[in-house]
């Protein structure tokens, strides 16, 4: 089968690569989007805080946000069948280690991954496969992950219905983030992001402000927004270490802050101290989506994520939609194999 193949850091291609096999508790689809992830560029680059350093100079394949048809189940798939459209998470947790019995799934000791799914194949074990609604097309499918990822964001940021937030970064987590916190009753929403286009999509999906912190004053803008008092809940979705310095000035009195991007593994963040005991601050960070996914399912035909896929292209382009994603003005690039 054809797959985009990483051959040392920076060095992808599309070649000839083994086709997965199917195992007696596995699913095979046939992959049909599969959406480049904010971790994947740094993935490729050798930047991402979890690859081990012996696993840069291997051939690997990246994709985890996959939608796609089943082709082949396993001898003990009872649920599924040939011809199901389905998406994908990208693990399966064993439900029986510690982490697991004690609701922190996402920490799991034993998770299986996926094959995976910037090719034409990819297996999955059974948990980790959700049908799909007949409403809901294969495009919208490979929304899923990304869409779990911001339910669980959502769930940690403290939101209720007539609080306020502020939203750092107008990417793909960031603009679901936005969308999910309007639908559990934010009401003043604040988006910083530096790229016009970006801003005008926050604008159009529901943001009462958006702001250019390269260009804006930032706290001004957001005091402003409140009554001069900062947001109940400030979620920090870029990646960028200043934008995550700034989110601390942004919180009101007893105010969430969340960290939910990636960092630069070594880089550290000064947290002023004295403001943390004055104003009761929190500040969390997340880690992918432990029990998310039945309920971001459900959202796929709520949200509007159409106008969030910027750019659909075939795996022979994936070298330049990585440049595409580089350049920062696209929101969510789906790979058709």
């Known amino acids: 089968m054809k797959a985009a193949v990483i051959r040392g850091i920076g060095n992808i291609n599309v070649e ?117 609604p007949d ?80 260009n804006e004053d930032l706290q001004k803008i957001g005091k402003e927004l409140t009554d001069g008092r900062g947001f109940d809940s400030v979620i920090e979705a870029s990646g960028s270490v200043q934008a995550a310095r700034d989110t601390i000035y942004l919180a009101d009195n007893c105010g969430t802050i969340l960290w939910a991007a990636v960092y630069p593994k070594d880089c550290e963040i000064a947290v002023p101290a004295f403001l943390m005991y004055a104003k009761e601050l929190t500040i969390r960070s997340t880690f992918v989506s432990p029990y998310c996914f039945p309920r971001a399912l459900n959202l796929l035909s709520k949200l509007e994520l159409k106008p969030l896929i910027t750019h659909i292209m075939p795996l022979d382009d994936i070298r330049e939609a990585f440049e595409i994603h580089k350049q920062g003005k696209s929101v969510k690039i789906l790979i058709k194999p």
């Open 16 to 132: 000839e690569y083994p086709e997965p096999g199917c195992g007696p508790d596995e699913v095979k689809i046939k992959v049909a989007y599969c959406g480049i992830c904010g971790t994947d560029p740094e993935n490729l680059e050798g930047r991402f805080g979890l690859i081990p350093p012996e696993m840069l100079e291997k051939p690997r394949v990246l994709g985890h946000e996959a939608s796609g048809t089943i082709v082949e189940v396993g001898s003990n798939i009872k649920q599924y069948k040939v011809g199901q459209r389905v998406a994908c998470d990208f693990r399966s947790t064993c439900g029986t280690c510690y982490y697991c019995r004690n609701k922190m799934q996402n920490f799991c000791r034993n998770s299986l991954h996926a094959s995976p799914s910037f090719a034409e194949y990819a297996t999955y074990p059974e948990s980790a496969i959700y049908a799909l």
């Open 135 to 214: 409403d809901i097309s294969l495009e919208i499918g490979a929304m899923l992950e990304p869409v779990s990822v911001a339910v669980h964001a959502t769930d940690l940021a403290n939101i209720y219905p007539g609080s306020s937030i502020a939203i750092s970064g107008a990417g793909p987590i960031g603009l679901l983030c936005m969308e999910i916190a309007i639908r559990s009753g934010a009401t003043r929403v604040l988006v910083s992001e530096p790229i016009a286009e970006k801003r005008a999509l926050a604008r159009k999906l529901g943001a009462d402000v958006v702001v250019d912190p390269f």
